[in-house]
């Protein structure tokens, strides 16, 4: 029969006699989600009585009933079952003994437990295994943390209002889909709190820190030497939504157990060659438009075409580019000539590209240098062809709707058909795309790329018109989204004039989109995969030589 468990502040079941007793806690029980995550939620790097583990820590907060089963239908609740197998008990075992020796010594029952475990072992013919994995869990070293931290809480990097709030936006829905799969999570506000005191964070351990794209990694001690996370124990990923070259200052650091994830699988194998640094394929998610969400009076109307991003002026671009000495401003002409005639070349190997035609060769760590003196190219010739994509549709005769006070002052508004729209939010931004039929995306040059505006734009249930990119065919094809080439404007006017004739052929498109983004791209899907990765790399890092952490 399943029981509910409930905490109580007298009578029960004491933290003492239910470590001492795992069956008191024995069968199908159900309990309240909130409960479980202020508790730290299920430890996934357990590979046995994980249900025991997490009541006892509950149990370490106030005693426990359970009571027959009458749900709240208010309240969310997690199944927990006894394992089918206890092959792998005894590490657990092992585990809980390290985690709660204080306890048992205070109550002098250490020696008697150690000794039950050490006669069990010696039972089944495994203390060989069980002697050395007991005292690593007994020393707190290395490798017990590796099982600790896995009902740790995972610390996310906020703060950042850039691109209309979209990194906080990233930071927050990531954060909530985490929270919802039972992880206890805690936010850093950067924008608002005192760094300082990320320093009361020093020598704690976390399952995870994640930034946004942030600078916090970078941040060193007062000796100039160390890095503050240094001392944040636990695995630390950086978000990197923009080319790395940009991040350049920030990905100089040198600490173990750091991971990038970015959204474009060149930008994967760049990290790894030149900042020898771990790198994973890890693109932003959609967000799904609440069915209920009310639409405000101005976006009513059915756009044909919509465009929510930036216009940049190339030109100025240009001057800036001119700005550089000579040597420089020679190669970046030559850059950006390269990018201009060969636009499904990514940036890196468009510049070396022009390099290996001067007759150049370069270390990684003066190309790098170099790309990052030049870095400015990959705006420009992103703004030249987002230009001249923009004036082909307007010059056949597709009405256009652009957002972002940039556009004002853009020499395309001089064509009828293109309609300018104030600033809009990330969240007016999804109301926008529900009432296109078609919406655009123009790639800041990310050639093997997915973006959180691609994944948004097929949620919302518009068809996606984007640039090609490598990502895209893993799963999509031409019946879920139109992909253009940035060199064949012309092909994407025809395709776009052809689905506003016909409806059901955009509908139709409109919706597989929508069904491979739901399935695909979605902060719940992510959720799950980042936890699933936390587990493999928590798994590799076991089986490998255990790393030097500084004294705690």
Same mark, same amino acid.
């Given at each position: 029969?399943?029981?509910?468990?409930?905490?109580?502040?007298?009578?029960?079941?004491?933290?003492?006699?239910?470590?001492?007793?795992?069956?008191?806690?024995?069968?199908?029980?159900?309990?309240?989600?909130?409960?479980?995550?202020?508790?730290?939620?299920?430890?996934?790097?357990?590979?046995?009585?994980?249900?025991?583990?997490?009541?006892? !820590?509950?149990?370490?907060? =106030?005693?426990?009933?359970?009571?027959?089963?009458?749900k709240d239908p208010a309240l969310s609740y997690l199944t927990l079952e006894d394992d089918v197998s206890d092959e792998n008990g005894w590490q657990t075992d092992c585990y809980l003994v390290g985690k709660y020796s204080a306890e048992l010594q205070q109550n002098n029952l250490f020696d008697i437990v150690l000794q039950s475990l050490l006669d069990e072992a010696d039972r089944e013919g495994r203390k060989e295994q069980t002697l050395p994995f007991l005292e690593q869990m007994i020393s707190h070293n290395d490798s017990y943390w590796k099982i600790a931290e896995g009902d740790c809480p995972i610390l996310i990097y906020k703060g950042d209002d850039i691109c209309h709030n979209v990194l906080n936006v990233f930071a927050e829905q990531f954060g909530a889909a985490l929270a919802d799969a039972g992880r206890n999570i805690i936010y850093f506000d950067c924008g608002k709190e005192d760094l300082g005191r990320l320093t009361s964070y020093m020598y704690q351990h976390f399952q995870a820190i994640i930034g946004i794209q942030s600078y916090l990694f970078s941040v060193k001690m007062k000796d100039e030497i160390h890095y503050l996370h240094e001392y944040l124990y636990g695995p630390k990923y950086n978000f990197i939504f923009d080319h790395p070259i940009w991040m350049k200052q920030h990905l100089m650091h040198h600490y173990p157990d750091f991971y990038v994830l970015t959204h474009d699988e060149n930008y994967v194998a760049f990290v790894q060659k030149y900042f020898k640094k771990e790198a994973i394929l890890f693109p932003p998610a959609?967000?799904?438009?609440?069915?209920?969400?009310?639409?405000?009076?101005?976006?009513?109307?059915?756009?044909?075409?919509?465009?929510?991003?930036?216009? =940049?002026?190339?030109?100025?671009?240009?001057?800036?580019?001119?700005?550089?000495?000579?040597?420089?401003?020679?190669?970046?002409?030559?850059?950006?000539?390269?990018?201009? !005639?060969?636009?499904?070349?990514?940036?890196?190997?468009?510049?070396?590209?022009?390099?290996?035609?001067?007759g150049m060769v370069l270390s990684d760590e003066a190309f790098v240098s170099l790309f990052y003196e030049l870095r400015r190219v990959i705006y420009c010739i992103m703004h030249y062809y987002r230009y001249h994509i923009l004036e082909t549709l307007l010059k056949s005769g597709i009405t256009l709707d652009v957002f972002g006070e940039t556009w004002q002052c853009c020499p395309l508004c001089h064509y009828p058909n293109l309609i300018c729209h104030p600033n809009v939010t990330v969240e007016e931004s999804l109301s926008i795309w529900q009432h296109s039929k078609i919406s655009l995306n123009i790639m800041s040059w990310h050639k093997g790329g997915f973006?959180?505006?691609?994944?948004?734009?097929?949620?919302?249930?518009?068809?996606?018109a984007t640039d090609a990119t490598t990502y895209l065919q893993r799963d999509y094809t031409k019946e879920d989204m139109i992909v253009f080439s940035l060199d064949a404007p012309e092909t994407l006017s025809e395709q776009i004039q052809t689905l506003l004739q016909n409806e059901p052929l955009r509908q139709s498109i409109a919706a597989n989109g929508k069904a491979k983004t739901l399935k695909l791209h979605t902060w719940k899907k992510r959720a799950e995969e980042f936890l699933k990765l936390q587990q493999q790399i928590t798994a590799t890092e076991a089986t490998s030589p255990a790393t030097a952490q500084p004294a705690q």
């Open positions: 029969m399943t029981k509910i468990l409930k905490q109580t502040t007298s009578g029960g079941i004491s933290f003492l006699e239910l470590l001492l007793d795992e069956t008191l806690c024995s069968g199908s029980i159900l309990i309240e989600k909130e409960l479980a995550i202020a508790a730290g939620g299920i430890n996934p790097y357990l590979n046995a009585k994980q249900k025991y583990d997490l009541l006892l !820590r509950i149990a370490a907060n =106030g005693n426990l009933i359970f009571l027959p089963e009458e959609g967000l799904i438009p609440p069915h209920h969400q009310t639409v405000s009076n101005c976006f009513q109307t059915m756009y044909d075409v919509t465009f929510i991003g930036t216009y =940049g002026d190339y030109l100025q671009e240009v001057f800036l580019i001119h700005q550089l000495d000579r040597s420089k401003r020679f190669l970046a002409n030559r850059f950006l000539l390269k990018m201009r !005639r060969h636009p499904e070349l990514t940036s890196e190997t468009a510049l070396l590209a022009v390099l290996q035609d001067k973006t959180e505006r691609m994944a948004n734009i097929m949620l919302c249930g518009s068809v996606l």
